[in-house]
C-alpha cells in the first residue's frame, strides 16, 4: 500500500525537496510547473495640456490631453510535486517518526535587527546644528523666540528617540543572537535525522 503526498514549492528548490523526501522514502511521481503573468490597472492619469491663443489659431486646436496608465506585472510561478511512499518498505515506522522530527523542528533563519543608521545621521546633524546655534545664542543679545525654543525642543527630542532607538536595538540583537544559537543547533538536528534517515533508506 502507497501514501501521497503534494508540496508546491519555488522551482529553485526542487531538486533540495526531491533530495530530502527520498531520504525519508519518497519516491517522486510527477513534477508540473506553473508559470503566470498577470498585468493589472493600478491607475489612470489624465492630463490636460491648453495652448495658448497663437498655437489656438495656428494648429485650430485648443489643447491636447494627455493619458498615463500605471500597470503591475505579477508573476506566479510554483512547481507541483507528488510524491508516494510504500508503506511496506524497511524501517517505515522508524523513517515516519524521523521524518515527523525533521518537519516539526524544521527552523526557520532569524531577521537580524537594522541599525537606526538614517535616524542617528539626523541626529547629529541636529546635534551639531543646536551647538552651533547654542554658540551664536551666548555670544549675541538677540531675543530667543518661541520659534527657536520650538526647534531646540524638536532636536531635543530627536535626539532622545535615538537613543531609545539604539537601546531597542541592542535588546533586539541579543535576542536575535540567541535566536541564531536556536537556529543552528535545531539546523543541526535536522541534520542528523536526515543522515539518519538517508543510512535506513540506501544504507549510508
Request: aromatic share 12%; charged share 20%; hydrophobic share 40%.
Amino acid at each position: 500500500m502507497y501514501e501521497y503526498k503534494t508540496e508546491r514549492v519555488a522551482p529553485a528548490r526542487q531538486n533540495n525537496l526531491v533530495n530530502t523526501y527520498a531520504a525519508f522514502g519518497w519516491e517522486l511521481m510527477s513534477a508540473q510547473e506553473t508559470y503566470h503573468e498577470s498585468t493589472e490597472i493600478t491607475g489612470i492619469h489624465a492630463k490636460a495640456r491648453t495652448y495658448g491663443a497663437f498655437m489656438q489659431g495656428f494648429t485650430g486646436d485648443d489643447g491636447k490631453v494627455t493619458t498615463t496608465i500605471d500597470t503591475a506585472k505579477t508573476v506566479t510561478n510554483y512547481v507541483t510535486l507528488q510524491f508516494r511512499r510504500d508503506t511496506a518498505i524497511p524501517n517505515y515506522a522508524k523513517l515516519v517518526e524521523l521524518e515527523h522530527k525533521a518537519l516539526d523542528l524544521f527552523p526557520t533563519r532569524p531577521q537580524k535587527p537594522h541599525k537606526p543608521i538614517a535616524r542617528t545621521i539626523l541626529s547629529v546633524i541636529c546635534a551639531f546644528i543646536l551647538i552651533v546655534s547654542l554658540v551664536r545664542m551666548t555670544q549675541t543679545t538677540v531675543d530667543v523666540s518661541t520659534f527657536d525654543l520650538v526647534i531646540v525642543g524638536v532636536m531635543v527630542l530627536l535626539f532622545v528617540l535615538t537613543l531609545i532607538g539604539w537601546t531597542v536595538y541592542s535588546k533586539k540583537t541579543n535576542t536575535y543572537k540567541k535566536a541564531l544559537v536556536r537556529y543552528n543547533q535545531d539546523v543541526q538536528k535536522c541534520k542528523e535525522y536526515y543522515q539518519e534517515a538517508q543510512k535506513l533508506t540506501f544504507g549510508k
